[in-house]
Nanobody, 118 residues
Framework: QVQLAESGGGLVQAGGSLTLSCAASGFIFDNAAMRWYRQARGKQREWVAIITKSDNTNYADSVKGRFTISRDNVKKLVFLQMNSLKPEDTAVYYC????????????WGQGTQVTVSS
């Protein structure tokens, strides 16, 4: 079955960097667009970044220029390199893939906590 597992979160000071990883299994990774979302306490989950199967990327305005999404199709990993972190980046970060041909359904990992101290 489809499984997504995030790792790499932690506590970092403002201005610091972290790299999140998401390990994927149970689907044809090469064919899937992969996304990162985040959810701060008391707020709705928001989209952060996407990387398509063709390695095209796009970012939310709030992270553009600071975050970089990438993928390793051999190891079935997707990464989120986060630089110049701000306290407002504090959230649980989730990896997402929408899998299925006729009626794609979203799959999520368990999330990894990122806390940025001021």
């Amino acid at each position: 079955q489809v499984q997504l597992a995030e790792s790499g979160g932690g506590l970092v000071q403002a201005g610091g960097s972290l790299t999140l990883s998401c390990a994927a299994s149970g689907f044809i990774f090469d064919n899937a667009a992969m996304r990162w979302y985040r959810q701060a306490r008391g707020k709705q989950r928001e989209w952060v970044a996407i990387i398509t199967k063709s390695d095209n990327t796009n970012y939310a305005d709030s992270v553009k220029g600071r975050f970089t999404i990438s993928r390793d199709n051999v190891k079935k990993l997707v990464f989120l390199q986060m630089n110049s972190l701000k306290p407002e980046d504090t959230a649980v970060y989730y990896c997402n893939a929408n899998i299925g041909t006729l009626s794609p359904r979203p799959y999520w990992g368990q999330g990894t906590q990122v806390t940025v101290s001021s």
